[in-house]
């Protein structure tokens, strides 16, 4: 069974972001990058199918600048078996619709049974890529996804989502997009072993024009949405402390609460 996953480069959650002068992109110099936590998700379900299965292929595909190649890699040491990187300047800009174009126009060259991806990635939290991929595809897709089990003869799988007060069981044919939802397993750490193998596992890069690709389709150009303005959020104001004894302090929480707050 082949599988692609697809994964998103974006700061480290812990990571100071600040936004540029021209309050549409934020400063991706000299802070930390890692893989997207829920493309984790999808990476590791991709290896343990595999591994129960006992064959196939699981392919990593991004679409990033040269920095991306540190995500792909780490996938690659994960035990992800190549991988594909979608370089190109012209893709700088790109909305998530530009997005899965490129990423559509690159799995046409790929085979693949299943294709899977995190629920969003934690940077803009569109939560679009995968939806528009699978129309741009002509695939099913089911998302927030915390269970998968794949049909004997894999023409199917079933998808178990968390809803409100409940699970949602829903049962695709294969190929599919299906996004990954934390809960679905836990990643697992990449071994030395893994890290030294990473190096001699292929990394092919694609540019646009290798994906029959005008500069006019991707990027900024090609986006259906334009950001006018990012601003880091308000500053919190300063934290007041309530002093006296447990019943007093208790008191007058309520009543600042009550009085000040006005939030009960």
Not at 135 to 144: M, N
Not at 193 to 208: F, H, N, Q, Y
Request: hydrophobic share 40%.
């Amino acid at each position: 069974m082949n599988i692609v996953v697809l994964v998103k480069q974006v700061p480290d959650t812990e990571a100071k972001i600040e936004v540029k002068p021209d309050t549409a992109n934020i400063v991706t110099e000299n802070i930390t990058m890692v893989v997207n936590p829920y493309d984790e998700y999808a990476v590791e379900e991709a290896l343990q199918i595999k591994e129960k299965l006992g064959e196939g292929e699981v392919t990593v595909v991004g679409l990033g600048p040269e920095k991306a190649t540190e995500a792909l890699r780490t996938c690659l040491a994960m035990g992800a078996d190549k991988a594909v990187h979608l370089k190109d300047e012209a893709f700088d800009g790109s909305d998530s619709y530009a997005t899965a174009l490129a990423l559509s126009k690159a799995l046409e060259e790929i085979p693949y049974d299943l294709v899977l991806c995190g629920k969003q990635a934690v940077d803009d939290d569109n939560a679009a890529v995968a939806i528009e991929l699978a129309e741009l595809l002509g695939l099913p897709h089911v998302a927030v996804v915390t269970k998968i089990e794949i049909s004997d003869d894999r023409t199917k799988a079933v998808c178990h989502r968390e809803i409100e007060g409940a699970s949602e069981v829903v049962e695709t044919t294969l190929p599919a997009v299906i996004t990954a939802q934390k809960g679905l397993n836990e990643p697992r750490y990449a071994s030395l072993k893994g890290i030294m193998g990473a190096k001699r596992k292929p990394l092919d890069v694609k540019d646009a024009a290798g994906l029959g690709l005008s500069p006019e389709q991707v990027g900024a150009q090609g986006a259906k949405i334009k950001v006018v303005e990012m601003s880091p959020p308000p500053l919190r104001a300063a934290g007041k402390i309530v002093p006296g004894e447990p019943d007093e302090a208790a008191r007058e929480t309520i009543r600042l609460l009550r009085e000040e707050a006005k939030v009960i």
